[in-house]
């Protein structure tokens, strides 16, 4: 059984627990986010907290991993209520401030193939998106999309963009307000955040797809 464990300053002001944290900063942080739309992206400003103390914000088990297993566990997201974390193929939503045994999980996503690539961005309604392969094997292709609701665990949409050469290619996958944006060597997809509709494809050149 492997023991993950998390603590509070590892990731960042997101999970540092301060005593007061009611300043004129954070309110002036709370307006500016009223005023987006929960398709926005989130704009999060770090202040130096007052307290730099930090404790372990929660721990957890991966009780299907064996002795000498390793996997990657790309991305991690927090939001008022949840930290979620990407575990080679799942995406698992922890409620902040509880330890988590195996199977206290407040929700979990099974991917069809392992996690991908990520994007530190989250909209104002709480929403991010990953790529994950098409199958298991490490060598199976990054070519699907995913858009999860990180409050409930749910998986809104999903897409299939182009087909990747996996060995040349690292697709990358951003957002802008509305937008999902995935990239890769010979091209660019954008998807519509609230459907997951297909809003525009390119291609580079001719002359740069000779190169």
Not at 85 to 100: E, P, Q, S, Y
Not at 184 to 208: C, E, F, I, R
Request: hydrophobic fraction near 40%; aromatic fraction near 8%.
């Amino acid at each position: 059984m492997a023991v993950l464990l998390i603590g509070a300053l590892c990731v960042g002001s997101w999970l540092l627990w301060r005593g007061d944290d009611h300043s004129a900063g954070a309110a002036g942080n709370a307006a500016a986010l009223a005023k987006q739309g929960p398709l926005d992206i989130r704009e999060t400003v770090e202040n130096r907290p007052a307290n730099i103390a930090g404790r372990m914000a929660f721990r957890f088990s991966a009780d299907d991993m064996q002795a000498g297993e390793s996997h990657a566990m790309p991305g991690m997201w927090a939001t008022d209520k949840i930290l979620a974390k990407g575990i080679n193929r799942t995406l698992v939503g922890f409620k902040i401030g509880k330890d988590a045994t195996t199977g206290d999980e407040n929700w979990r996503i099974r991917l069809a193939g392992p996690i991908c690539g990520t994007t530190r961005h989250v909209t104002v309604g709480d929403r991010t998106a990953v790529l994950f392969r098409s199958g298991v094997d490490t060598h199976a292709p990054c070519d699907h999309l995913a858009f999860v609701d990180l409050d409930t665990g749910e998986k809104l949409w999903e897409a299939r963009f182009s087909k990747v050469n996996a060995l040349y290619d690292t697709p990358s996958v951003t957002m802008t307000r509305a937008t999902v944006v995935v990239a890769w060597g010979k091209g660019s997809q954008a998807y519509d955040m609230d459907q997951g509709k297909l809003l525009w494809t390119s291609t580079p050149p001719p002359k740069l797809r000779q190169l």
